[in-house]
């Protein structure tokens, strides 16, 4: 068992341990998100030993250099003294614009920037909360001149950032944040390709940005959103989603339930999951490009999937949802 040092302490990491499972462990105050390795913000700094080349993917080259590595991906194989580099990461203050429950534990979240922060419609950011706890969002709306940006924040039982948001956080404040993260957006090489987009849950939210982008900058190609859920009452942003049908003659819409579901209301909802409901939509997908979000099994899954029905894997674009209730 190998002994990291981190302010002037030593901890040993148990067997399959990580780095940051030990520190938690030893209930130390140590910023994090999705412990996936996607949303980097558990990034730490080695001060003697190389980290080991598997809690170094997804880092930029000068980051490798400097001995960064992630602590949710870093199983130790020697001795290592060590530090967090956090507070260089989280450069941006967002003002608290407005907070609005889109359905029964979905809140929207709009948030003030100014003009040096920059992003794209379906990139991600990582916000820390008062006790410095970190999440990350994706972005669903396009940048525009009113200089905010709009997260769906599910409610989670017992979770820790969603509760922090809902009960605490008031119009005004201000939340830490870092730069827009992701390769997970739309850009406007060939407009005449198709656009499937599938989501499950909040994995709506990147969706719902890179379409409305897609629509503003007048994509030419077809373009269909399937969204997914286990109950009708877990769908959100229906009305919006249809108006934007009804605007745009490329554009079309399919709300999926898994589960049962009487139709009191006279809605349409396609049964089924809703990477299957998608598939059956389509014999073959050659020259299509694909965006997938939400449950990691679904995003899996579809990007085989999509892969065999002809889409090349550069047009193949996914953010999977790794949810966490801490």
Known sequence: MATLNYKQQDYICQKNETVLDTLLRENLNIAHG???????????????????????????????????????????????????????????????????????????????????FTFKSGQFINLKS???????????????????????????????????????VEIGDNIPASSALGSCFYNTERQE??????????????????LQDALQQEHKGAIHLFHGSRQAKDLYLKEQIQQLVSEHENFSYTACISGEYRNEHEEHYSQGRVHEVALSNYSYLNNWRVYLCGHPEMVKQMQTQVFLKGVDMNDIYVDAFHLSSL
């Open 34 to 116: 999705c412990r996936q390795g996607v949303c980097q913000s558990c990034i730490m700094r080695s001060v003697d030993t190389n980290p080991p080349v598997a809690a170094q993917q997804g880092l930029r080259e000068n980051q490798k250099q400097q001995k960064h590595f992630l602590s949710c991906l870093c199983l130790l194989e020697q001795d290592m003294q060590l530090e967090q580099i956090t507070e260089s990461e989280f450069a941006h203050n967002l003002k608290v614009l407005s907070k609005q429950m889109l359905n029964h534990d979905t809140l929207l979240l709009r948030l003030l920037h100014d003009e040096a």
């Open 130 to 168: 008062a006790d410095n706890t970190v999440r990350s969002y994706s972005i669903s709306n396009p940048p525009n001149k009113q200089l905010h940006i709009e997260l769906q924040i599910r409610l989670l039982a017992n979770g820790r950032f969603g509760s922090w948001v809902h009960n605490e």
């Open 193 to 210: 390709q198709g656009l499937l987009l599938v989501g499950t849950g909040s994995g709506l939210a990147p969706l719902y940005g890179i």
